[in-house]
Protein backbone atom coordinates (compact mmCIF):
# COMPACT_ATOMS: atom_id res chain seq x y z
CA UNK A 1 0.00 0.00 0.00
CA UNK A 2 1.45 3.31 -0.98
CA UNK A 3 2.39 5.57 1.74
CA UNK A 4 -0.43 8.12 2.10
CA UNK A 5 0.92 12.11 1.77
CA UNK A 6 0.47 14.29 4.84
CA UNK A 7 -1.78 17.82 3.51
CA UNK A 8 -0.71 20.77 5.41
CA UNK A 9 -3.10 23.26 6.65
CA UNK A 10 -1.05 26.61 5.48
CA UNK A 11 -1.22 30.27 7.00
CA UNK A 12 -3.58 31.14 3.80
CA UNK A 13 -5.71 28.53 4.44
CA UNK A 14 -6.81 29.89 8.00
CA UNK A 15 -8.84 32.17 6.49
CA UNK A 16 -10.76 30.47 3.94
CA UNK A 17 -10.95 26.50 5.48
CA UNK A 18 -13.80 25.72 8.19
CA UNK A 19 -12.32 23.37 11.04
CA UNK A 20 -14.34 20.38 11.78
CA UNK A 21 -13.97 19.86 15.49
CA UNK A 22 -15.18 15.79 16.67
CA UNK A 23 -17.59 16.79 19.80
CA UNK A 24 -16.58 14.47 23.23
CA UNK A 25 -17.21 17.45 25.85
CA UNK A 26 -20.36 19.81 25.15
CA UNK A 27 -19.82 22.39 27.36
CA UNK A 28 -15.71 22.41 27.15
CA UNK A 29 -15.38 22.23 23.38
CA UNK A 30 -18.27 24.88 22.97
CA UNK A 31 -15.40 27.12 25.19
CA UNK A 32 -13.08 25.83 23.08
CA UNK A 33 -14.44 26.39 19.76
CA UNK A 34 -14.96 29.84 20.87
CA UNK A 35 -11.88 30.44 21.78
CA UNK A 36 -9.98 29.17 18.30
CA UNK A 37 -12.49 31.64 16.74
CA UNK A 38 -10.95 34.46 18.86
CA UNK A 39 -7.73 33.45 17.30
CA UNK A 40 -8.77 33.99 13.80
CA UNK A 41 -9.67 30.50 12.75
CA UNK A 42 -13.29 29.44 11.46
CA UNK A 43 -14.69 26.27 13.51
CA UNK A 44 -17.44 24.04 14.02
CA UNK A 45 -18.22 21.89 16.53
CA UNK A 46 -19.82 18.51 15.22
CA UNK A 47 -22.63 17.85 17.74
CA UNK A 48 -24.45 14.93 15.43
CA UNK A 49 -25.68 11.62 17.36
CA UNK A 50 -27.19 9.69 14.53
CA UNK A 51 -26.91 5.70 13.73
CA UNK A 52 -25.03 6.36 10.70
CA UNK A 53 -21.82 7.91 12.03
CA UNK A 54 -21.19 4.06 13.30
CA UNK A 55 -21.95 2.79 10.06
CA UNK A 56 -19.31 5.28 8.35
CA UNK A 57 -16.82 3.76 11.69
CA UNK A 58 -17.26 0.35 10.79
CA UNK A 59 -16.71 0.76 6.82
CA UNK A 60 -14.25 3.00 7.32
CA UNK A 61 -12.41 1.46 10.25
CA UNK A 62 -11.02 -1.68 11.02
CA UNK A 63 -13.10 -4.03 13.29
CA UNK A 64 -10.16 -4.57 15.59
CA UNK A 65 -9.72 -0.63 16.52
CA UNK A 66 -11.29 0.76 19.69
CA UNK A 67 -14.47 2.21 19.57
CA UNK A 68 -13.65 5.76 20.52
CA UNK A 69 -11.57 6.07 17.14
CA UNK A 70 -14.39 4.54 14.96
CA UNK A 71 -16.47 6.91 16.47
CA UNK A 72 -14.84 10.10 15.94
CA UNK A 73 -13.78 9.09 12.37
CA UNK A 74 -17.08 7.88 11.65
CA UNK A 75 -18.64 11.48 12.91
CA UNK A 76 -15.84 13.29 10.66
CA UNK A 77 -17.00 11.10 7.55
CA UNK A 78 -20.57 11.20 8.09
CA UNK A 79 -20.22 14.91 8.43
CA UNK A 80 -17.99 15.46 5.04
CA UNK A 81 -20.64 13.50 3.19
CA UNK A 82 -23.28 15.15 4.43
CA UNK A 83 -23.22 17.63 1.63
CA UNK A 84 -23.40 20.68 4.49
CA UNK A 85 -19.22 21.73 3.36
CA UNK A 86 -17.29 22.59 0.47
CA UNK A 87 -14.99 19.49 0.50
CA UNK A 88 -12.17 22.20 -1.29
CA UNK A 89 -12.70 24.64 2.16
CA UNK A 90 -13.15 21.84 5.09
CA UNK A 91 -9.93 20.95 7.70
CA UNK A 92 -10.34 18.22 10.16
CA UNK A 93 -8.46 18.83 13.77
CA UNK A 94 -8.26 15.96 16.26
CA UNK A 95 -5.81 15.66 19.45
CA UNK A 96 -2.70 13.59 19.71
CA UNK A 97 -1.20 12.51 23.22
CA UNK A 98 2.49 11.11 22.41
CA UNK A 99 1.29 7.90 23.92
CA UNK A 100 1.50 4.11 22.03
CA UNK A 101 -2.70 4.42 22.05
CA UNK A 102 -5.29 5.37 19.44
CA UNK A 103 -4.64 8.79 20.79
CA UNK A 104 -1.36 9.21 18.82
CA UNK A 105 -2.15 6.50 15.95
CA UNK A 106 -5.87 7.46 14.71
CA UNK A 107 -4.92 10.29 12.73
CA UNK A 108 -3.36 8.19 10.29
CA UNK A 109 -6.65 5.43 10.69
CA UNK A 110 -8.97 9.28 9.80
CA UNK A 111 -6.13 10.24 6.71
CA UNK A 112 -7.10 6.61 5.39
CA UNK A 113 -10.75 6.84 5.78
CA UNK A 114 -10.73 10.18 3.68
CA UNK A 115 -8.45 8.66 0.60
CA UNK A 116 -10.79 5.88 0.73
CA UNK A 117 -13.51 7.84 0.71
CA UNK A 118 -11.52 10.40 -2.50
CA UNK A 119 -11.17 12.93 -0.13
CA UNK A 120 -7.40 12.94 0.58
CA UNK A 121 -6.71 16.52 -0.47
CA UNK A 122 -7.95 17.35 3.24
CA UNK A 123 -6.01 18.28 5.55
CA UNK A 124 -5.86 17.29 8.97
CA UNK A 125 -4.49 18.72 11.68
CA UNK A 126 -2.71 17.70 14.95
CA UNK A 127 -3.10 18.90 18.23
CA UNK A 128 0.10 17.71 20.33
CA UNK A 129 2.88 19.00 22.13
CA UNK A 130 5.21 16.36 21.12
CA UNK A 131 6.36 17.94 17.94
CA UNK A 132 4.65 15.19 15.91
CA UNK A 133 3.06 17.26 13.53
CA UNK A 134 3.43 21.06 12.66
CA UNK A 135 1.41 23.29 10.44
CA UNK A 136 2.21 26.43 9.38
CA UNK A 137 -1.32 27.89 9.91
CA UNK A 138 -2.30 26.39 13.06
CA UNK A 139 0.20 27.68 16.14
CA UNK A 140 0.25 28.00 19.41
CA UNK A 141 0.92 31.34 21.36
CA UNK A 142 1.29 32.31 25.17
CA UNK A 143 -1.76 34.17 24.87
CA UNK A 144 -3.72 31.01 23.56
CA UNK A 145 -2.53 28.46 26.06
CA UNK A 146 -3.44 30.06 28.90
CA UNK A 147 -6.65 30.92 27.57
CA UNK A 148 -7.13 27.64 26.94
CA UNK A 149 -6.33 26.61 29.90
CA UNK A 150 -9.12 28.78 32.09
CA UNK A 151 -11.26 27.81 29.23
CA UNK A 152 -11.14 24.14 30.16
CA UNK A 153 -11.02 24.85 34.09
CA UNK A 154 -14.05 26.94 33.49
CA UNK A 155 -15.70 23.84 31.82
CA UNK A 156 -14.49 21.60 34.49
CA UNK A 157 -16.16 24.06 36.79
CA UNK A 158 -19.58 24.44 35.14
CA UNK A 159 -19.66 20.48 34.31
CA UNK A 160 -19.21 20.03 38.25
CA UNK A 161 -21.40 21.96 39.79
CA UNK A 162 -24.34 21.16 37.15
CA UNK A 163 -24.20 17.79 37.80
CA UNK A 164 -25.03 18.75 41.41
CA UNK A 165 -27.93 20.87 40.27
CA UNK A 166 -29.74 18.78 37.72
CA UNK A 167 -30.66 15.47 39.42
CA UNK A 168 -32.00 17.86 42.89
CA UNK A 169 -33.77 20.94 40.53
CA UNK A 170 -37.72 21.55 41.35
CA UNK A 171 -38.12 23.01 38.06
CA UNK A 172 -37.39 20.49 35.10
CA UNK A 173 -34.74 22.06 32.77
CA UNK A 174 -33.77 25.05 35.17
CA UNK A 175 -29.84 23.71 35.30
CA UNK A 176 -29.80 22.91 31.72
CA UNK A 177 -30.94 26.91 30.97
CA UNK A 178 -28.37 27.75 33.27
CA UNK A 179 -25.89 25.60 31.80
CA UNK A 180 -26.33 27.43 28.10
CA UNK A 181 -26.22 30.73 29.88
CA UNK A 182 -22.59 30.68 31.52
CA UNK A 183 -21.37 28.23 28.31
CA UNK A 184 -22.16 31.47 26.46
CA UNK A 185 -21.03 33.75 29.01
CA UNK A 186 -17.59 32.43 29.25
CA UNK A 187 -16.90 31.41 25.87
CA UNK A 188 -17.78 35.18 24.38
CA UNK A 189 -15.54 36.12 27.40
CA UNK A 190 -12.82 34.78 25.39
CA UNK A 191 -12.53 37.46 22.72
CA UNK A 192 -11.45 40.05 25.88
CA UNK A 193 -9.95 39.68 29.04
CA UNK A 194 -13.06 39.09 30.85
CA UNK A 195 -12.37 35.37 31.31
CA UNK A 196 -9.12 36.45 33.05
CA UNK A 197 -11.73 38.22 36.38
CA UNK A 198 -11.37 34.59 37.87
CA UNK A 199 -12.53 35.69 41.26
CA UNK A 200 -15.72 38.03 39.86
CA UNK A 201 -16.26 35.15 37.40
CA UNK A 202 -16.15 32.12 40.02
CA UNK A 203 -18.54 33.77 42.55
CA UNK A 204 -20.79 34.70 39.94
CA UNK A 205 -21.69 31.64 38.45
CA UNK A 206 -21.41 29.99 41.82
CA UNK A 207 -24.21 32.37 42.90
CA UNK A 208 -26.18 31.76 39.84
CA UNK A 209 -26.18 28.03 39.63
CA UNK A 210 -26.70 28.47 43.69
CA UNK A 211 -29.97 29.85 42.66
CA UNK A 212 -31.49 26.74 41.58
CA UNK A 213 -34.68 25.56 43.94
CA UNK A 214 -33.41 22.17 44.57
CA UNK A 215 -34.93 19.26 46.57
CA UNK A 216 -32.61 18.14 49.81
CA UNK A 217 -33.39 14.24 49.10
CA UNK A 218 -30.43 11.87 49.08
CA UNK A 219 -29.42 10.69 46.07
CA UNK A 220 -26.82 7.69 45.28
CA UNK A 221 -23.86 9.47 43.81
CA UNK A 222 -22.13 7.71 40.64
CA UNK A 223 -18.51 8.33 39.79
CA UNK A 224 -17.95 8.05 36.30
CA UNK A 225 -14.37 6.98 34.97
CA UNK A 226 -12.40 5.27 32.26
CA UNK A 227 -11.20 5.42 29.03
CA UNK A 228 -11.41 9.75 28.01
CA UNK A 229 -13.96 9.63 25.05
CA UNK A 230 -15.89 7.03 26.81
CA UNK A 231 -16.03 8.57 29.90
CA UNK A 232 -17.57 11.97 28.68
CA UNK A 233 -18.45 11.17 25.20
CA UNK A 234 -22.78 10.94 25.49
CA UNK A 235 -22.54 9.26 21.65
CA UNK A 236 -19.87 7.16 23.32
CA UNK A 237 -20.82 5.78 26.51
CA UNK A 238 -25.06 5.85 25.45
CA UNK A 239 -25.19 9.09 27.01
CA UNK A 240 -24.59 7.77 30.39
CA UNK A 241 -25.17 10.83 32.53
CA UNK A 242 -28.63 11.33 31.25
CA UNK A 243 -29.34 7.35 32.13
CA UNK A 244 -28.15 7.62 35.78
CA UNK A 245 -30.11 11.29 35.96
CA UNK A 246 -33.31 9.14 34.58
CA UNK A 247 -32.19 6.29 37.40
CA UNK A 248 -32.86 9.09 40.19
CA UNK A 249 -28.95 9.06 40.87
CA UNK A 250 -26.24 11.86 40.71
CA UNK A 251 -23.38 11.54 38.42
CA UNK A 252 -20.22 12.90 39.47
CA UNK A 253 -17.38 13.24 36.70
CA UNK A 254 -13.71 14.72 37.44
CA UNK A 255 -12.40 17.12 35.13
CA UNK A 256 -11.16 17.27 31.76
CA UNK A 257 -8.26 19.24 33.12
CA UNK A 258 -6.80 16.03 35.31
CA UNK A 259 -6.16 14.42 32.31
CA UNK A 260 -4.41 17.16 30.56
CA UNK A 261 -2.21 17.10 33.97
CA UNK A 262 -1.78 13.37 33.65
CA UNK A 263 -0.38 13.81 29.80
CA UNK A 264 2.15 16.53 31.38
CA UNK A 265 3.27 14.65 34.22
CA UNK A 266 4.04 11.47 31.58
CA UNK A 267 6.28 13.61 29.72
CA UNK A 268 8.62 14.41 33.12
CA UNK A 269 8.38 10.70 33.72
CA UNK A 270 9.49 9.97 30.18
CA UNK A 271 12.68 12.01 31.34
CA UNK A 272 13.02 10.91 34.82
CA UNK A 273 12.52 6.73 33.64
CA UNK A 274 13.84 6.85 30.64
CA UNK A 275 15.88 10.09 30.17
CA UNK A 276 14.25 11.03 26.83
CA UNK A 277 12.15 14.61 26.14
CA UNK A 278 14.23 16.73 28.01
CA UNK A 279 12.40 19.56 26.37
CA UNK A 280 9.27 18.52 26.86
CA UNK A 281 9.86 17.61 30.49
CA UNK A 282 10.70 21.60 30.90
CA UNK A 283 7.77 22.47 29.40
CA UNK A 284 5.58 20.22 31.16
CA UNK A 285 6.88 21.38 34.82
CA UNK A 286 5.92 24.75 33.85
CA UNK A 287 2.41 23.58 32.49
CA UNK A 288 1.43 21.33 35.44
CA UNK A 289 2.65 23.96 38.05
CA UNK A 290 0.30 26.84 36.04
CA UNK A 291 -2.69 23.44 35.85
CA UNK A 292 -2.55 23.02 39.62
CA UNK A 293 -2.13 27.11 40.62
CA UNK A 294 -4.98 27.66 38.22
CA UNK A 295 -7.24 24.26 39.68
CA UNK A 296 -6.59 25.68 43.32
CA UNK A 297 -7.60 28.65 42.19
CA UNK A 298 -11.16 27.66 41.38
CA UNK A 299 -11.39 25.17 44.27
CA UNK A 300 -10.69 27.67 46.73
CA UNK A 301 -13.99 30.01 44.93
CA UNK A 302 -16.10 26.56 45.72
CA UNK A 303 -14.97 26.33 49.38
CA UNK A 304 -15.66 30.15 50.28
CA UNK A 305 -18.94 30.28 48.29
CA UNK A 306 -19.80 27.02 51.07
CA UNK A 307 -22.76 25.50 49.06
CA UNK A 308 -21.33 23.21 46.56
CA UNK A 309 -19.14 20.01 47.12
CA UNK A 310 -15.47 21.19 46.26
CA UNK A 311 -13.48 19.03 43.96
CA UNK A 312 -9.69 17.93 44.64
CA UNK A 313 -7.03 19.59 42.64
CA UNK A 314 -4.40 17.06 40.56
CA UNK A 315 -1.57 17.23 43.20
CA UNK A 316 -4.30 15.51 45.44
CA UNK A 317 -4.92 12.83 42.71
CA UNK A 318 -1.37 12.14 41.60
CA UNK A 319 0.25 10.63 44.12
CA UNK A 320 -3.21 8.55 45.80
CA UNK A 321 -2.75 5.31 44.19
CA UNK A 322 1.31 5.18 45.05
CA UNK A 323 0.44 1.93 46.64
CA UNK A 324 -1.38 0.03 43.56
CA UNK A 325 0.13 0.94 40.23
CA UNK A 326 3.52 1.96 39.25
CA UNK A 327 2.93 5.29 37.14
CA UNK A 328 5.67 4.11 34.79
CA UNK A 329 2.33 2.26 33.71
CA UNK A 330 0.93 5.30 31.50
CA UNK A 331 -0.64 3.92 28.46
CA UNK A 332 -4.20 4.96 27.47
CA UNK A 333 -4.94 6.50 31.03
CA UNK A 334 -3.28 4.74 32.65
CA UNK A 335 -2.17 5.40 36.15
CA UNK A 336 -4.87 7.59 36.35
CA UNK A 337 -7.39 5.37 36.03
CA UNK A 338 -6.73 3.91 39.25
CA UNK A 339 -6.33 7.33 40.97
CA UNK A 340 -9.80 8.69 39.93
CA UNK A 341 -11.33 5.45 41.30
CA UNK A 342 -9.51 5.87 44.65
CA UNK A 343 -10.35 9.93 44.96
CA UNK A 344 -13.98 9.02 44.59
CA UNK A 345 -13.90 6.87 47.16
CA UNK A 346 -12.35 8.53 49.29
CA UNK A 347 -14.47 11.54 48.84
CA UNK A 348 -17.59 9.30 49.61
CA UNK A 349 -18.70 8.35 45.80
CA UNK A 350 -18.38 4.61 46.82
CA UNK A 351 -20.50 3.68 44.08
CA UNK A 352 -18.26 4.08 40.03
CA UNK A 353 -19.30 3.24 36.81
CA UNK A 354 -15.76 2.15 34.51
CA UNK A 355 -16.42 3.02 30.98
CA UNK A 356 -14.09 1.49 28.73
CA UNK A 357 -14.24 0.29 24.89
CA UNK A 358 -14.40 -3.39 24.44
CA UNK A 359 -10.58 -4.64 24.10
CA UNK A 360 -8.42 -1.69 24.87
CA UNK A 361 -5.72 -3.27 26.42
CA UNK A 362 -4.82 -0.52 28.78
CA UNK A 363 -7.80 0.32 30.25
CA UNK A 364 -9.25 -3.30 30.88
CA UNK A 365 -5.49 -3.79 32.99
CA UNK A 366 -5.58 -1.25 34.83
CA UNK A 367 -9.21 -0.36 35.46
CA UNK A 368 -10.46 -4.48 35.75
CA UNK A 369 -7.59 -4.78 37.10
CA UNK A 370 -7.01 -2.62 39.55
CA UNK A 371 -10.85 -3.69 40.68
CA UNK A 372 -10.51 -6.62 43.34
CA UNK A 373 -7.35 -4.78 45.21
CA UNK A 374 -9.86 -1.54 45.29
CA UNK A 375 -12.49 -3.85 46.70
CA UNK A 376 -10.09 -5.41 48.64
CA UNK A 377 -8.89 -2.15 50.44
CA UNK A 378 -12.82 -0.60 50.35
CA UNK A 379 -15.25 -3.38 51.04
CA UNK A 380 -17.97 -1.01 50.67
CA UNK A 381 -17.16 -0.28 47.17
CA UNK A 382 -19.29 -0.77 44.13
CA UNK A 383 -17.19 -0.86 40.51
CA UNK A 384 -19.02 -2.07 37.51
CA UNK A 385 -16.96 -1.80 34.56
CA UNK A 386 -19.08 -1.01 31.15
CA UNK A 387 -17.70 -2.26 27.72
CA UNK A 388 -18.87 -0.57 24.54
CA UNK A 389 -18.76 -1.17 21.09
CA UNK A 390 -20.21 -1.26 17.68
CA UNK A 391 -21.96 -4.49 18.43
CA UNK A 392 -22.33 -4.11 22.50
CA UNK A 393 -26.45 -4.18 23.51
CA UNK A 394 -27.41 -1.48 25.54
CA UNK A 395 -30.22 -3.19 27.27
CA UNK A 396 -27.50 -5.28 28.82
CA UNK A 397 -25.39 -2.40 29.97
CA UNK A 398 -27.89 -0.63 31.33
CA UNK A 399 -28.76 -3.57 33.05
CA UNK A 400 -25.58 -3.92 34.68
CA UNK A 401 -25.51 -0.43 35.68
CA UNK A 402 -28.90 -1.19 37.47
CA UNK A 403 -27.45 -3.91 39.09
CA UNK A 404 -25.10 -1.45 40.42
CA UNK A 405 -27.40 1.38 41.11
CA UNK A 406 -29.75 -1.79 43.37
CA UNK A 407 -26.80 -2.61 45.29
CA UNK A 408 -25.74 1.26 46.20
CA UNK A 409 -29.71 2.05 47.17
CA UNK A 410 -29.30 -0.84 49.34
CA UNK A 411 -26.10 0.54 51.10
CA UNK A 412 -27.70 3.89 51.33
CA UNK A 413 -30.20 2.80 53.56
CA UNK A 414 -28.33 0.91 55.39
CA UNK A 415 -25.59 3.37 55.94
CA UNK A 416 -28.74 5.59 57.35
Not at 51 to 58: L, P, R
Not at 116 to 126: D, E, K, L, T, W
Not at 275 to 282: F, L, V
Not at 388 to 412: F, H, T, V
Amino acid sequence: MSKIERVEFTKEMKKTHTILIPNMLHMHFQILEELLISEGYKVELLKTKHQNIVNEGVKNVHNDTCYPALLVVGQMIDALKSGAYDLDKVALIITQTGGGCRASNYIHLLRKALRNNGMAHIPVISVNFYGLEKNSGFTFTYRFLIKAIYGIIYGDLLMWISNQCKPYELEAGATDAMDKKWTKKVADSLHSTKFLHIKANYKEILDDYASIARSNEQKVKVGIVGEIYMKYSPLGNNSLEEFLLNEGAEPVVTGLMDFIAYCCENMILDYSLYGINKMNRNFARVVIKYIIHSQRKMIKAIKKHGVFRPMSDFSQISNIASDYISKGVKMGEGWLLTSEMLELIESDVNNIVCCQPFGCLPNHIVAKGMMRKIKDNYPYSNIVAIDYDPGASSINQENRIKLMLSNAKLNMEESK
